[in-house]
């Protein structure tokens, strides 16, 4: 099954802010692989927090997202920067 990704317009703005101080393309390439992932397997990434709500680092990205599973359609509702290892 997939999914339909939409990204808020606060998470939208945020991942763009992180893309244009970026030195390299990694905020780029963690959006892109969050949102194919997203459109596949989102409820198998990251932690549970509450019915229908996940968080999720994926390398210097991190995002907070809402599942709707009757619409096959999750959410980005909110994304920020994490810290490499």
Known sequence: MTFTVAWSVAALQEVTRLDQSAADPAVERAQDRIDYLLRRI???LGESWRPGYRLWYEDVLGVFYRI???ANRVEV???GPVRRR
């Open 77 to 79: 509702l909110f994304a």
């Open 68 to 70: 709707d599973e009757d």
């Open 42 to 44: 989102p409820r198998d």
